[in-house]
């Protein structure tokens, strides 16, 4: 089994990130990819693929995390200071990103793309998710983006509540050396996005609402078997019937559950989805050129 996208890096998972690991590999997990949200996170997902056979890194800055530009901004500045400076900011961080690549466990750039929902009871919840803020996101996608085509890296793209934009961006930016090695993360159930990935020969990733969300289960049904890989999102989006009896946090051992959506969603064994599903993931990485 292959989880695609877990974020091992988190605090979450400080105190017992071993043990976390060691019931992974026990329940049948033989990869895991972990994604970084910003330069700390990024780093540390690194720190751990270099400890472990079968755990690889990708690195990047989240949309979310753009916030800090602006908060990072010196106080009373004029506009076109406050520009220059956010400017900077970037550059310096994607020079980090560019640094970071050459590590030999690196296999993309991600968690990176749009986002344009307001995180409520977080402590995003205070963003506002103004034309600035999009506007930086959208600089920093290009950016990083570039960054995967010199660097012949696999990309892993965010999206929420922002299709028109990331698809655009996508679109005007896309490089042939993407194809097959690009992944909607935790796509949104939604055709343009299906037909814009068998355009762009892009990978769709699902996580463990398949298990209980209606519209994604539909959605599933309709993308190709070779399309999809799986994904806990860890420690995020924990799959019934775990979420119900509150077993938090999720976990890469529970890709099983998602394994046995998917499975039953397109009438197939579950031993058929955990081979196809984990080769998918393998080409998706070109994890046969490291490995």
Request: with cysteine; aromatic share 8%; hydrophobic share 35%.
């Amino acid at each position: 089994m292959f989880d695609t996208h877990c974020h091992l890096n988190f605090k979450r998972f400080k105190k017992n990130l071993d043990e976390v690991i060691s019931r992974a590999f026990d329940a049948g997990v033989t990869k895991i990819v972990i994604p970084g949200t910003d330069i700390t996170s990024s780093k540390k997902a690194i720190e751990i693929a270099e400890k472990y056979d079968g755990i690889y890194a990708a690195v990047g800055i989240h949309p979310h995390h753009t916030a800090k530009y602006s908060s990072s901004v010196i106080p009373d500045s004029d506009p076109e200071s406050r520009k220059d400076w956010i400017l900077n900011q970037v550059q310096d961080d994607i020079f980090q990103i560019k640094q970071l690549l050459n590590h030999p466990k690196v296999v993309a750039v991600g968690e990176v793309g749009m986002d344009r929902h307001k995180y409520e009871d977080t402590k995003y919840e205070a963003y506002n998710i103004d034309n600035r803020f999009l506007n930086i996101q959208k600089k920093l996608l290009r950016l990083q983006i570039e960054l995967a085509i010199k660097h012949n890296k696999s990309l892993i793209l965010h999206n929420r509540e922002a299709r028109e934009d990331i698809l655009q961006i996508i679109e005007e930016n896309w490089d042939n050396s993407l194809s097959g090695r690009t992944v909607f993360h935790c796509c949104e159930p939604n055709l343009e996005l299906l037909n814009f990935a068998k355009e762009h020969n892009m990978f769709i990733g699902v996580d463990g609402d398949v298990t209980y969300d209606k519209a994604k289960q539909e959605f599933i049904k309709q993308v190709p078997f070779e399309m999809l890989v799986l994904e806990t999102d860890s420690p995020f989006i924990l799959p019934e019937p775990l979420l119900s009896q509150k077993k938090y946090p999720n976990e890469p051992k529970n890709i099983r559950y998602v394994i046995e959506a998917v499975a039953k969603l397109k009438g197939e064994k579950v031993d058929k989805v955990e081979q196809v599903t984990t080769k998918n993931g393998t080409a998706l990485f070109h994890m046969a050129l490291i490995s």
